[in-house]
């Protein structure tokens, strides 16, 4: 979970924070206490929404998952569902005011939640600076010291191709593939004028071999002629139409 997932719960947060203690609210008390003030500040935004968000976390995560094998046996399921509950308005309180990742964190998720944010929520025209979507999820990912080592990630069947970190430690750039690749950037037209270049020189080199070793220049392809005589397969054409015309 990130900061930037997190503050759709941020109104649930502040409603248990003015509701109760700091106690209170670190335990998840002020939360579960049903406080007036919280609904009528946050109405659309109750605990249900937190149970919800549990029973999501105990089918899909494998972390949520060990903790409910371990509460049930005591607490029963929906004690430790609730337990769960606690545990993650805990952990959004926690991104919130540290404005970093969990540390229980994927950052394949983080970034495509991030890829997502840029495509549904904000829009890909409207990102600032200019950016496009994967430098947008690049500068997040950094901003939270997560997935230095990601260079390319999967929405639907498209693949983006990640610009590299700033963290240290990071991989250089990785090289586009399929029709990621690109083409007609001034790098890649000297890359190929390059290797081109070297091509002809390798063709010269064997060519000049090849002349050398036979004593004489060697004939060009406009030398050779294109005019060949007949062969087994026009004498066979020939033979058919002839048969075909006689009957």
């Not at 606690?86 to 309180?93: A, E, I, Q, S």
Request: aromatic content about 4%.
């Amino acid at each position: 979970m990130t900061w930037a997932g997190a503050e759709g719960n941020f109104c649930t947060i502040s409603g248990a924070r003015n509701s109760a203690s700091t106690r209170a609210a670190s335990s998840g008390e002020g939360f579960w206490a049903n406080s007036n003030e919280a609904q009528t500040k946050c109405p659309s935004i109750t605990g249900t929404r937190l149970v919800c968000a549990a029973n999501v976390a105990v089918r899909s995560d494998e972390f949520w998952k060990a903790e409910l094998a371990r509460l049930e046996p005591r607490t029963g399921h929906n004690k430790a569902i609730v337990a769960i509950a606690r545990k993650l308005l805990v952990v959004v309180w926690h991104v919130l005011t540290q404005r970093e990742a969990d540390r229980r964190a994927d950052a394949a998720k983080v970034a495509r939640g991030f890829l997502n944010m840029a495509y549904k929520d904000i829009g890909a025209r409207n990102l600032p600076d200019g950016m496009t979507a994967p430098e947008f999820v690049r500068k997040n990912l950094d901003a939270l010291g997560l997935g230095k080592e990601l260079q390319r990630l999967g929405r639907g069947k498209h693949q983006y191709l990640l610009p590299p970190s700033s963290l240290p430690g990071a991989p250089p750039a990785a090289e586009p593939i399929g029709r990621g690749r690109r083409q007609n950037t001034h790098a890649a037209q000297q890359k190929r004028l390059a290797e081109a270049a070297a091509k002809r020189e390798a063709l010269a080199a064997k060519r000049a071999e090849a002349e050398a070793r036979m004593g004489r220049q060697r004939k060009t392809r406009a030398d050779k002629g294109t005019h060949r005589g007949p062969n087994r397969i026009t004498k066979e054409k020939q033979v058919q139409s002839k048969t075909v015309s006689a009957a």
